[in-house]
Nanobody
Framework: QVQLVESGGGLVQPGGSLRLSCAAS????????MGWFRQAPGKEREFVAA????????YYASSVKGRFTASRDNAKKVGYLQMNSLKPEDTAVYYC??????????????????WGQGTQVTVSS
């Protein structure tokens, strides 16, 4: 069992930055790939970014590539999503999720086993 606790959301102006954190319980954090998803009101949950257990490989949605960076600190058992150049269309509830490293398609929400509670990100002037 893995528990995930997110933090770092809030209100930011367009062009600003935020860093989300996802703290995990358990002793084998590095065995889990981590994904980030978001869901805006009235829309389906969508893939944002993913980072493999080793932290070596990362994947991004085209809408955030070049602006967002997924990373992790396995010693601290924390994953991060650094979000720069934020736009109003980035407004959503952001979720982290993990799955044991394997052949899962990390861009698909159904691949993940454990989810955080979500944190609200609002980009507005």
């Amino acid at each position: 069992q893995v528990q995930l606790v997110e933090s770092g959301g809030g209100l930011v102006q367009p062009g600003g930055s935020l860093r989300l954190s996802c703290a995990a319980s358990g002793r084998t954090f590095s065995s889990y790939d981590m994904g980030w998803f978001r869901q805006a009101p009235g829309k389906e949950r969508e893939f944002v970014a993913a980072v493999t257990g080793s932290g070596i490989s990362t994947y991004y949605a085209s809408s955030v590539k070049g602006r967002f960076t997924a990373s992790r600190d396995n010693a601290k058992k924390v994953g991060y999503l650094q979000m720069n150049s934020l736009k109003p269309e980035d407004t959503a509830v952001y979720y982290c999720a993990v799955v044991l490293h394997g052949l899962q398609q990390l861009r698909l929400a159904r691949s993940y086993e454990y989810w955080g509670q979500g944190t609200q990100v609002t980009v507005s002037s």
